[in-house]
């Protein structure tokens, strides 16, 4: 392995990334996986003892996850229940030891189109705060990730937080996972939904898909259908033409894309029930 950097203020991370050709390394779940080598190569940056990186708040009128937050540390975070999709995901990601050590802002910026931490976040409009030495800007999680492994993050620059406003932190949530088993498994197919009421009726629906588009996306034409409609009912308005309209399935070593077409509408369905609190019609 080359030199290793483990800075523990930020300022000192963003310029060594602004003079040297590193490579960012958070829990290194993601950055192992990907290499054959007995060691990363080249010199590593290591992002993990940067505190404000690592702590999760609700300050300024949003929910603030630092990029370097584990898994674990969302599992065992106060959140409120707009965040249940968020913990759901964070429970199935890997096994404990990955769910210690990876982390969101490595999920989201690995960008595979099966991360689990992807339609949680969509589904709560997040956006990324990306920090460089010439300034901070911050990207709807929405137009950062571009396609496979392609975000919009520029070579300079550090993802330092995942931010959610408050206002979309609302309601209540849950998040499934289609796989070739219960648990330690890839994303066959993986839905995050929110809804937010007005009484007994749906005053806001959030869905979004991972694993069955090169990007994770919202369920637009779903959302809308869902708009009004009483919250005991809302799983009998999911049209599966909305679902597949939005959805472009590859086959892979997973699934076949059929089969992913055919079992997201269903997700979704037992994911609004979920998320609507009537999970015992689900047992
Ligand atoms: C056994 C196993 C099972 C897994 N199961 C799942 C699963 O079920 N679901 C799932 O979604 N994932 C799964 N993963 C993948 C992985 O654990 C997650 O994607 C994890 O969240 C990645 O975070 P990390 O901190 O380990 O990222 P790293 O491996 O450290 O980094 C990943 C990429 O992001 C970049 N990066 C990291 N942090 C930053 C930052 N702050 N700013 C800019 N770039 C950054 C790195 O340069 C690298 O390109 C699994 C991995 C393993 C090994």
Redesign the pocket.
Same mark, same amino acid.
């Given at each position: 392995m080359g030199i290793y950097h483990r800075p523990d203020k930020l300022k000192d991370a963003l310029h060594l990334l602004a003079s040297a050709p590193v490579? #960012? *390394? &958070?829990?290194?779940? /993601? #950055?192992? *996986?990907a290499t054959e080598a007995a060691a990363l190569e080249g010199q590593i940056l290591d992002?993990t003892n940067i505190a404000p #990186?690592k702590t999760i708040e609700n300050c300024h009128g949003h929910w603030r996850f630092g %990029? %370097?937050v584990s898994?674990s540390s969302i599992v065992g975070a106060a959140l409120p229940p707009a965040f249940d999709m968020l913990k759901a995901a964070a429970r199935? +990601?890997?096994?404990v030891q +990955?769910q210690n050590?990876?982390? #969101?802002?490595?999920?989201i910026?690995?960008a &595979?189109p099966? %991360? /689990?931490?992807v339609p949680p976040l969509l589904a709560l409009d997040a956006r990324v705060e990306l920090q460089s030495v010439s300034g901070m800007r911050y990207v709807p999680l929405s137009a950062f990730i571009t396609g496979p492994r392609q975000t919009t993050?520029r070579r300079d620059?550090?993802?330092?937080a995942i931010l959610v406003d408050e206002g979309k932190a609302q309601g209540s949530s849950a998040f499934l996972k289609l796989g070739t088993r219960k648990h330690? +498994?890839?994303?066959i197919a993986s839905v995050a939904v929110r809804l937010r009421l007005n009484g007994d009726r749906v005053a806001e629906a959030a869905l979004a898909v991972g694993a069955c588009s090169p990007v994770a996306c919202r369920l637009g034409a779903v959302e809308a259908a869902l708009s009004g409609v009483r919250v005991d009912t809302v799983e009998q308005h999911v049209m599966e033409a909305d679902v597949r309209a939005a959805l472009a399935p590859i086959s892979d070593i997973r699934a076949t894309s059929a089969y992913r077409l055919d079992g997201v509408p269903s997700l979704v369905r037992n994911a609004l029930i979920l998320a609507s609190g009537r999970g015992k019609a689900l047992e």
């Open positions: 490579t #960012l *390394a &958070s829990g290194c779940t /993601d #950055l192992f *996986a992002l #990186l %990029a %370097a898994w199935q +990601v890997g096994g +990955v050590a990876g982390t #969101l802002g490595g999920n910026c690995n &595979s099966a %991360a /689990d931490g993050r620059e550090i993802m330092t330690l +498994v890839i994303s």
